[in-house]
């Protein structure tokens, strides 16, 4: 169980707060003005039940003894790298973002003007926002310090973000049908240099 009153805590604390309200200010700013160019196939909806209901059954979890770390010198170093995985995550989300500008929506649509990025995080990654949000997933996991908070903050949240990027990477495959099969030949998916 986190101590939100130790410096350590409040470091938990301050990221999950910067994690939330970011997704929240996405969720709210960044959905596509023309529904009708929408084709996310009930994903961003799979997504957000998903992702909050595995949040808040990992927490819960969290403060129960099964699958709880017990080992000090076991729990505290995966505390440490789950902070420096949630950081390292929400940074990489937050540059692919910005990258890819005014194109990135949290619907799966194709703009007026749509073009296929390549350049910042997407040199090496097809889906580097993706990547960022798993990373603080698995982050988040591992400072939780329960096992089973582990397994169930990530299992399920990475067969919805792989469906997403199916779901994605067709409709791109249809704008961009000369260009995304070369790109995709090019990048890895979600994990540098293994898929």
């Not at 808040?56 to 076991?74: D, I, K, Q, Y």
């Not at 973002?97 to 649509?109: E, G």
């Not at 096992?147 to 990475?158: E, Q, R, T």
């Not at 973000?161 to 790109?183: C, G, H, I, N, T």
Request: aromatic letters at 14%; hydrophobic letters at 50%; a positive charge.
């Amino acid at each position: 169980m986190i101590d939100i009153g130790t410096a350590a805590g409040r470091c938990f604390a301050l990221l999950v707060l910067v994690w939330a309200c970011s997704e929240l200010w996405l969720g709210w700013k960044r959905r596509s003005d023309d529904r009708s160019r929408m084709r996310d196939a009930g994903t961003l909806r799979l997504l957000l039940v998903t992702v909050y209901a595995c949040i808040c059954v990992a927490v819960w979890l969290s403060f129960r003894e099964p699958g709880h770390l017990s080992n000090v010198a076991l729990r505290i170093p995966l505390f440490w790298t789950g902070l420096l995985l949630m950081a390292s995550g929400l940074a990489l989300r937050f540059w692919a973002i910005r990258v890819l500008a005014r194109f990135f929506t949290v619907d799966v649509n194709i703009q007026e003007g749509h073009e296929l990025i390549r350049r910042g995080p997407y040199r090496w990654l097809r889906h580097p926002s993706y990547t960022g949000s798993l990373m603080t997933f698995l982050g988040f996991g591992l400072a939780l310090g329960n096992a089973w908070s582990l397994l169930v903050v990530l299992a399920p949240v990475v067969v919805a973000f792989v469906w997403r990027m199916r779901v994605e990477e067709r409709v791109l495959a249809d704008a961009f049908p000369s260009q995304y099969p070369e790109y995709a030949r090019q990048t890895k998916r979600l994990i540098p240099f293994v898929w």
